[in-house]
T-cell receptor, first 116, second 115 residues
Framework: KQEVTQIPAALSVPEGENLVLNCSFT??????LQWFRQDPGKGLTSLLL?????REQTSGRLNASLDKSSGRSTLYIAASQPGDSATYLC???????????????FGQGTILTVHP | EAQVTQNPRYLITVTGKKLTVTCSQN?????MSWYRQDPGLGLRQIYY???????DKGDVPEGYKVSRKEKRNFPLILESPSPNQTSLYFC??????????????FGPGTRLTVL
């Protein structure tokens, strides 16, 4: 059974810092990995998706990397801002053929606080 | 506006009283999915649907039913709710399913309390 772990569980940084969030997964047979953002009381917003054949994806100040063989992904946030404060979740899609690529397993998230 | 809507947003009910949480998307998406979010357990997938009349179990399907009779709607049915189904529920959709590079859109959530 796929298990996804995110470290740290919570992170508090001053504005302007560059930071790294970590995600690890136990089964490397994944189709892709996604990073999401969740604001309090809200649904999830997709940030980045990395296919299993890719090494990284970038969007603005965000850069996500994937090392499928070691079961790890990182989300790098450059020049953090108070507006980045949210919970960040990673999720992996299983690659086992058929309709299994509809199955998504989430980590428990990292709560990020960026203070002015 | 492209969106995923869920109703109701908040629901308090009693054990055993059947209920349905509706989910609708206006983006002509093929893939839809239901998740529950619980403190300490994170988000867990309940059921998903790759297209009309095609549904499959996620990691925690027990106690839930779904149907996909039309593309835009994917209702979640609790035939006999129990207190352990008290949770925050999210519906999501994407154009072509998780295999492809396409964003998954989430609804605003339904907070369900079963007494």
């Amino acid at each position: 059974k796929q298990e996804v772990t995110q470290i740290p569980a919570a992170l508090s940084v001053p504005e302007g810092e560059n930071l790294v969030l970590n995600c690890s997964f136990t089964d490397s047979a994944i189709y892709n990995l996604q990073w999401f953002r969740q604001d309090p009381g809200k649904g999830l917003t997709s940030l980045l998706l990395i296919q299993s054949s890719q090494r990284e994806q970038t969007s603005g100040r965000l850069n996500a990397s994937l090392d499928k063989s070691s079961g790890r992904s990182t989300l790098y946030i450059a020049a953090s801002q108070p507006g980045d404060s949210a919970t960040y979740l990673c999720a992996v899609t299983r690659n086992a053929g058929g309709t299994s690529y509809g199955k998504l397993t989430f980590g428990q998230g990292t709560i990020l606080t960026v203070h002015p | 506006e492209a969106q995923v809507t869920q109703n109701p947003r908040y629901l308090i009910t009693v054990t055993g009283k059947k209920l349905t949480v509706t989910c609708s998307q206006n983006m002509n998406h093929e893939y839809m999915s239901w998740y529950r979010q619980d403190p300490g357990l994170g988000l867990r997938q309940i059921y998903y649907s790759m297209n009309v009349e095609v549904t499959d179990k996620g990691d925690v399907p027990e106690g839930y039913k779904v149907s996909r009779k039309e593309k835009r709607n994917f209702p979640l049915i609790l035939e006999s709710p129990s207190p352990n189904q008290t949770s925050l529920y999210f519906c999501a959709s994407s154009l072509l399913g998780l295999r492809f590079y396409n964003e998954q859109f989430f609804g605003p959530g339904t907070r369900l309390t079963v007494l």
